[in-house]
């Protein structure tokens, strides 16, 4: 497992298309979301626990990111 800037190891961060209201991508941390999805690591992170929606340049299109715990 992938252990976080945080210190977490059982979560991913899930992104979605809030339009149609579908599943994009799964990462382990927020390093790894950050890098991918264009985003400075704080704006990943502040989107998870404000809930808003943020705009990433390497998609290209507006997204919902949300953190999730992994089940085992």
Known sequence: MNLDKF???DICIK?????NQEL?????NYTQAAKK???PYK???SATI?????Y???LDKE??????GIKK
């Open 7 to 9: 210190g977490a190891d």
């Open 15 to 19: 992104v979605y298309d809030p339009l």
């Open 24 to 28: 994009i991508v799964t990462y382990d």
């Open 37 to 39: 999805l264009g985003l």
């Open 43 to 45: 704006v990943v992170f």
């Open 50 to 54: 404000t809930k808003k929606r943020r």
């Open 56 to 58: 990433s340049p390497f």
């Open 63 to 68: 997204v919902a990111i949300r953190v999730s």
